[in-house]
């Protein structure tokens, strides 16, 4: 496990008494790390003289960078330690980093992962309280175990779950923001760098969540047409083949694959009138952005777990069963989705963007859209 503290550009810190050290333990993923965020800044709203570090894996360290509510980002390197479990070099290096962290001597931490693995690195942090969720935000029920208070929450989404845990601290005052990078300019290609764009993201964490080539196809012919939009397919990793499909599938359209770093998606998002996605990391980061969304759902639940943003339309087939199991394979739910409600939703967003689009963030709108 490669661990390694980074310090962050530090706010003004009172010396006094009410100065206390927190760590907020949120691994992953991108999605997730996004709606713990304003979590974050609540507390460092309501307790300015507040330390307040997160651990977090290195791969989604760039969600993080130059975060001004941040004294320090602490990386996590998961996957490396997992493949390399018998090393006795890992095992030292485990050992170097796990001082370096209990170093810190948090007065709290606090598992908004709800995981074994995030439990565990609560208390492995050593500090003196570790809070964490009851169920139903539990991921995995033994993590409790290893918390000094758990937290019930009556809350519908998970931001706001992740709001009553800073709530437990004494943040009394909610504030919905997510800070997030500038983003990498240089990443992006240069034909990308002027002019308005539309985003899709076809790819997500489980395929239970992916919504047809073939729906996507036609929409980036609509979108183009219409539009005269030039279409961007973000491709994660392993994706390339679902970006080639689409391709294939266009009639007209001629949409173009980008796989970069998250500086250059969140540079990229930037200039974007639109994203089209099922209920995945980048779809959320561009709702926090500001970027209007279509986001498309079947075995997870919008109200649970739906972006948060400036502006956006939820699909959902009616009587969709909520599921979590990330092992099944294609969900027929997702293909009741028709590119005609898609079509209809990115109509309605692009008519509304000159009034609702917001460059330096969003003000966030709960579940349902309302603003808060």
């Not at 931490?109 to 492995?124: E, F, N, T, Y």
């Amino acid at each position: 496990m490669d661990l390694a503290t980074i310090d962050m550009s530090p706010l003004h810190h009172s010396a006094g008494g009410g100065s206390k050290r927190v760590l907020i333990v949120r691994l992953g993923s991108m999605g997730d790390i996004v709606h713990a965020l304003p979590a974050l800044v609540t507390l460092k709203e309501n307790f300015p003289a507040w330390e307040v570090d997160w651990l977090v894996e290195r791969r989604w360290r760039g969600l993080l960078d130059g975060n001004p509510y941040l004294n320090r980002v602490v990386e996590f390197d998961t996957l490396k330690w997992r493949s390399s479990l018998f090393s006795s070099f890992a095992w030292r290096e485990f050992g170097g980093a796990l001082r370096q962290v209990r170093e810190r001597r948090y007065d709290y931490a606090i598992d908004l992962q709800g995981a074994l693995k995030s439990a565990v690195a609560c208390r492995l942090s050593g500090a003196r309280q570790v809070f964490g969720f009851e169920r139903p935000w539990l991921r995995e029920p033994g993590a409790s175990v290893f918390y000094t208070r758990r937290i019930h929450s009556d809350a519908v989404h998970i931001v706001e779950a992740n709001l009553a845990l800073a709530a437990a601290l004494g943040a009394r005052h909610p504030v919905f923001r997510f800070p997030l990078p500038t983003g990498d300019v240089a990443a992006i290609p240069p034909p990308w760098r002027d002019g308005a764009i539309a985003m899709i993201n076809p790819g997500a964490g489980w395929q239970a969540k992916q919504w047809p080539a073939a729906g996507y196809a036609e929409v980036c012919d609509q979108i183009e047409q219409q539009y005269r939009l030039p279409v961007i397919i973000n491709c994660g990793p392993g994706e390339a083949a679902l970006a080639v499909e689409i391709q294939g599938a266009c009639r007209q359209a001629h949409p173009q694959p980008f796989s970069g770093s998250i500086a250059g998606l969140i540079a990229l998002l930037r200039r974007a009138r639109l994203m089209v996605g099922p209920d995945t990391g980048p779809l959320h980061l561009a709702a926090a952005l500001g970027v209007p969304t279509v986001a498309l759902f079947g075995p997870t639940d919008p109200e649970r777990n739906g972006p948060y943003g400036n502006s956006h339309r939820n699909l959902r087939p009616e009587n969709a069963i909520t599921s979590h199991r990330r092992s099944g394979g294609r969900n027929e739910v997702m293909d009741r989705i028709l590119p005609s409600q898609v079509l209809a939703a990115v109509r309605e967003l692009l008519a509304e963007q000159g009034q609702v689009r917001a460059e330096a963030g969003c003000v966030a709108t709960d579940s349902r859209g309302a603003t808060s």
